[in-house]
């Protein structure tokens, strides 16, 4: 099984749909742009969001297993994926890339 880069690519902010639709929240995400997480298989990298993860874990465990091709040539680079977390208030893009480095 191979390990998967997980980097933080960008950070969006809507204020508009949060101002009409959000309940205030004072702490709502630790991701900075730039991070990088090392995924081993299904585990959680330390520090990583718990609710990106959710959403990104069954693309890295594919990754991590072999997967290529996502969605028949969606990716220039076929071992990888963009993915953004489920967040549509302050949605966070991820970059996955298979590592060479076995778990």
């Known amino acids: 099984?191979?390990?998967v880069r997980i980097t933080v690519m960008r950070k969006a902010l809507y204020p508009d749909l949060m101002e009409k639709y959000e309940n205030p929240i004072e702490h709502a995400c630790d991701m900075v742009?730039?991070?990088v997480y090392i995924a081993e298989g299904w585990q959680r990298p330390e520090g990583f969001c718990e609710s990106a993860?959710?959403?990104l874990s069954p693309?890295?465990?594919?990754?991590?297993?072999g997967a290529e091709n996502f969605y028949d040539g969606w990716m220039k680079n076929?071992?990888?994926a963009m993915?953004?977390?489920n967040d549509g208030f302050?949605?966070?893009s991820f970059l996955l890339e298979t590592m060479e480095e076995e778990v």
């Open 1 to 3: 099984m191979k390990k």
């Open 33 to 35: 742009e730039g991070s």
């Open 53 to 55: 993860w959710e959403t």
């Open 59 to 65: 693309f890295v465990l594919a990754l991590s297993h």
């Open 78 to 80: 076929p071992r990888s």
């Open 83 to 85: 993915l953004s977390c």
């Open 90 to 92: 302050r949605p966070v």
